[in-house]
């Protein structure tokens, strides 16, 4: 693999994103209800021990949320799929391009823009916080950034993973929905659900939402911004017990990396090596 094609991939994703009125109508909806949520907080530089940027960066979790995982699903999901369905990628296949080159700079185009999104929603946030003299560390805040990017990445390389199986963009974007609904709609109801038919307890309801990275980014925010591990309830009150503060933030801080780097390879072979039709 040669940087150079990668980086001139990744520029012309990135372009093509930046382009693209859904991504620019994601991004301005997801600042403009940023900046909304710090409207209507409280002004107060402290409360209840949680500064300013502390309360503005657990608000925007929820954002996060509803937000982060359905645009990198949906991207992820058309960015092979989508050209294999117009007929473009063995166009672009025909370049002096190797089918690695073509992936990584896939990937690293439409991270970028929703790094992009991602860092001006909160940093729009942040700005309004200081602005309005809101005391503390902005640390918390750039934390759940940074954990809202990680996440971002681990759905991201999800949707290639159904991009690369799917030879039509409309199914590969019914796929990422149902994943969508599947990690952030139905995640809590189903871990509850399974709790409750089969009598689980906190180790094994625990162990259930390590494999959703959308609780396990949820668990890490809260944790990170707060001390009081006991508004995550039994299943925190355990983790913290068993691992310490530090050690769970640690865990699911891997764990995380772990749905971010698995089906990166996973497709990234799949694309790259064990499917021949587009070679």
């Known amino acids: 693999m040669e940087i150079r094609n990668i980086l001139i991939l990744a520029g012309k994703e990135t372009r093509d994103a930046l382009r693209n009125r859904w991504f620019v109508l994601y991004t301005v909806s997801f600042s403009a209800l940023a900046v909304l949520i710090l409207a209507v907080a409280p002004g107060r530089s402290e409360v209840a021990g949680v500064s300013a940027y502390g309360r503005t960066a657990a608000s925007l979790i929820n954002l996060v949320l509803l937000f982060v995982p359905l645009i990198a699903l949906i991207t992820g999901a058309i960015s092979v799929s989508g050209e294999r369905d117009n007929g473009t990628l063995q166009y672009l296949l025909s370049h002096p391009v190797t089918k690695s080159e073509v992936f990584m700079g896939k990937f690293f185009g439409i991270l970028v823009p929703i790094f992009f999104s991602i860092s001006l929603g909160f940093g729009l946030a942040g700005i309004g916080v200081a602005l309005r003299g809101g005391g503390g560390d902005a640390a918390e805040l750039i934390l759940t950034a940074l954990l809202s990017g990680l996440l971002a990445a681990s759905l991201l390389s999800v949707g290639f993973v159904v991009s690369v199986f799917s030879r039509r963009a409309s199914k590969a974007i019914g796929v990422a929905v149902f994943l969508w609904l599947v990690f952030i709609i139905l995640g809590d109801l189903g871990i509850m659900g399974t709790a ?7 180790r094994q309801v625990f162990a259930l939402a390590l494999l959703n990275p959308a609780e396990v980014f949820k668990i890490a925010s809260v944790l990170a911004l707060s001390p009081r591990f006991e508004i995550l309830g039994p299943v925190g009150v ?17 764990v995380l990396s772990l749905w971010t780097i698995v089906p990166f390879v996973y497709a990234f072979l799949t694309f790259s090596l064990f499917r021949r039709e587009e070679a």
Do not use: C, K, N
């Open 196 to 202: 409750a038919a089969m009598d689980l307890g906190v």
């Open 238 to 254: 355990y983790a913290v017990r068993t691992f310490g503060r530090e050690g769970v933030i640690y865990l699911l801080l891997s």
